[in-house]
Structures are given as structure tokens and as C-alpha cells.
């Protein structure tokens, strides 16, 4: 029941008007991320206050709150919402299972177990892919979110540090691997053409793969991007490896060049 009661909670969030009744470290306001408390940095907060009470005199982010509580990347997330303001209303709890934000039963079932037809769809993107299978089978593991990350092996309770490996500022969940992480942005940001740039970044692990595995978006208008979308994850995650278990391994400076040697 608890792990049902968390899954729904995923799916609430909150639309800011004034900011005066969204909780800033516990509800799921900054988009694509879930709480914030997770991502701080110091380790003790007050968890009570509100998004308004993280605006500074002139009614702009406080800049020094937030570089004090978070990494870089957080913050960057957060500036780039606009600020609470009175005239915007008070703040709207909504539901991300339909378009009209209203909550449904049917559409809590389907978030719960699924949609078949888009679940079909999504395996036929992936396994119709005339590439080598370790890859496949890779991606698929990845939007499970069930490929050995440090995050997933801490949960195993073995004295594992959950922080990412190589930049050592976040949990090193999957998508932090594959595209948060500094070493992984920078390949996309070569690979993704500008005008899809804003959208590549914005969604949760599983809808950011099948996304770019589809018929739409990058891959309707971009030649071979889901052969270049599924290797360059292949490769970001070899890196990964790479850089841990191998003492002379340098990420390529130019990798999306490529260089055999290096693979």
C-alpha cells in the first residue's frame, strides 16, 4: 500500500500562482523532478516553509539560499521558473495522468499498470532496431531503471555511496548517468539539434527513452537518431564503467567524433 500511495504522489504536482501554499522542499513543483528534499545539500533545513518564502526582497529567486542548498544544476532549474507573484492567484494542485489535470480513476489505473497499446508500441521502437542486441536489451534495462547505478546498489544496503561515481554532486540514478551528469550533457548537448534542445531535457527516464526511440520529435526529422540516440547511451554508460574500473581511462575530448581505440 505504501509503494501504491508513493506511485500516486509522483503524479500530483503543483502549479505556482503566489507560491504561499506549495511546500518548496516536499511537493513536486519545479517540473520533470519530484521533491526537492532529496537534492539538498545541507543537512539541516527547514522543511516547513513555502516557495514564496525563497524570493528575497525584490521579489527575485535568493540566489544564495539555493547555491547554498543545492548543486549547480538544481539551481538552474529553479531560476528558470518564473517567481511567484500575488497577481497569478494561489497556487493549484494538479494531476499529470490526463490533460485536463483532473484526477480519474481510470486514469490512476492507467498509470498503475500501464498502457497496453503504448506499451506495444514502445517494445516494437525498441526491438525492431536492426543494431546489436546487448544494446537493445541495455536500453530496455535502462528505462526500468534497473541497470547497477550507485543509487540502486546503495538501496542494497552494502555501504555503497549512492553520489555519482564521476561528478560526485547527485544520486547516480539512470537518468543522471545517461543525461543530468556534466560528462553526459555534454555529448547531447553536440548530438541534439538546437531546436530540440529545451524538450530533450525535460522528461522522466522511461517517456525520455521511448521518446527518442518513436516517430516523432528528433527522430521524424533527424537521419538515424535512434541508432544515434540508443549508442551514444551505450556508450555513456561504458564510460561510466570505464572511468571506475579502468585507472588510465580518459573520456574521448571529442566524442562525439568517436575513436575506436577508445571502445
Given at each position: 500500500m505504501v509503494g501504491i500511495w508513493n506511485d500516486f504522489q509522483r503524479h500530483v504536482f503543483w502549479k505556482i500562482g503566489d507560491g504561499k501554499n506549495t511546500n518548496f522542499w516536499l511537493d513536486n513543483w519545479v517540473p520533470n523532478r519530484?521533491?526537492?528534499?532529496p537534492s539538498a545539500s545541507q543537512n539541516f533545513i527547514d522543511t516547513t516553509i513555502s516557495v514564496r518564502d525563497v524570493l528575497n526582497a525584490e521579489g527575485d529567486w535568493n540566489l544564495s539560499f539555493l547555491s547554498e542548498n543545492f548543486p549547480t544544476n538544481i539551481v538552474n532549474h529553479v531560476v528558470a521558473l518564473?517567481?511567484?507573484?500575488?497577481?497569478?492567484?494561489p497556487d493549484v494542485m494538479g494531476w499529470e495522468g490526463?490533460?485536463?489535470?483532473?484526477?480519474?480513476?481510470?486514469?490512476?489505473?492507467r498509470l498503475q499498470h500501464g498502457d497496453i497499446n503504448a506499451l506495444e508500441g514502445e517494445l516494437?521502437?525498441?526491438?525492431?532496431?536492426k543494431g546489436p542486441h546487448p544494446i537493445q536489451t541495455f536500453i530496455w534495462l535502462a528505462a526500468q531503471e534497473r541497470i547497477l547505478t550507485n543509487f540502486?546498489?546503495?538501496k542494497w544496503g552494502v555501504g555503497i555511496s549512492p553520489l555519482c561515481s564521476r561528478c560526485g554532486r547527485e544520486d547516480e540514478t539512470t537518468i543522471h548517468v545517461l543525461w543530468d551528469c556534466a560528462y553526459a550533457t555534454q555529448v547531447w548537448l553536440r548530438l541534439v539539434p538546437s531546436r530540440f534542445i529545451t524538450d530533450f531535457f525535460t522528461f522522466h527516464c522511461r517517456d525520455w527513452i521511448f521518446n527518442n526511440l518513436g516517430k516523432r520529435g528528433i527522430c521524424a526529422t533527424t537521419k538515424n537518431w535512434k541508432t544515434i540516440f540508443m549508442t551514444s547511451c551505450w556508450f555513456l554508460w561504458t564510460w561510466r564503467n570505464k572511468s571506475i574500473f579502468e585507472n588510465?581511462?580518459?573520456?574521448?575530448?571529442?566524442?562525439c567524433h568517436g575513436d575506436p581505440k577508445l571502445y
Open positions: 519530484s521533491e526537492l528534499l518564473p517567481t511567484p507573484i500575488d497577481a497569478d492567484g490526463t490533460n485536463t489535470h483532473q484526477f480519474t480513476v481510470q486514469s490512476a489505473y516494437n521502437s525498441l526491438w525492431d532496431w540502486r546498489r546503495s588510465d581511462f580518459h573520456q574521448p575530448n571529442k566524442p
